[in-house]
């Protein structure tokens, strides 16, 4: 069962341009730092508390758990497009003008328990 993702044998993920990890629930990671990453995908995967990557141009969450997403945790001054489909997700904070670069933002996540989404 992996828990942790050893960046020190990886280079910090200076040069990493791409990271899709995908059912890995059990990984417990407070931030994401990677200047040269453009595309990331979590789906049912760890949230990182804080993301702070300047190249990012494409953000993709899938998640089943999870209730609120901080926008002023992220730092991500390129992300163009940003997709949410997260079941439990009941409000987005922070403002969306922080994201001064998006294009597209698509936000899914009804479910039979759907309650109003709220982003302040």
Not at 86 to 98: M, R
């Amino acid at each position: 069962m992996l828990t942790s993702v050893p960046t020190k044998k990886f280079g910090d993920f200076h040069f990493l341009e791409e990271l899709d990890v995908r059912y890995c629930p059990n990984i417990r990671l407070q931030r994401l730092v990677s200047p040269s990453l453009k595309n990331l995908s979590l789906r049912d995967s760890v949230l990182f508390y804080k993301i702070d990557c300047c190249s990012l141009t494409d953000f993709r969450l899938h998640c089943s758990s999870g209730t609120s997403i901080q926008l002023q945790m992220w730092s991500l001054p390129s992300l163009r497009e940003l997709t949410i489909r997260c079941s439990s997700l009941t409000s987005i904070g922070g403002s969306i003008t922080a994201l001064s670069s998006l294009n597209v933002l698509s936000i899914s996540f009804c479910s039979i328990n759907c309650q109003p989404l709220t982003i302040s």
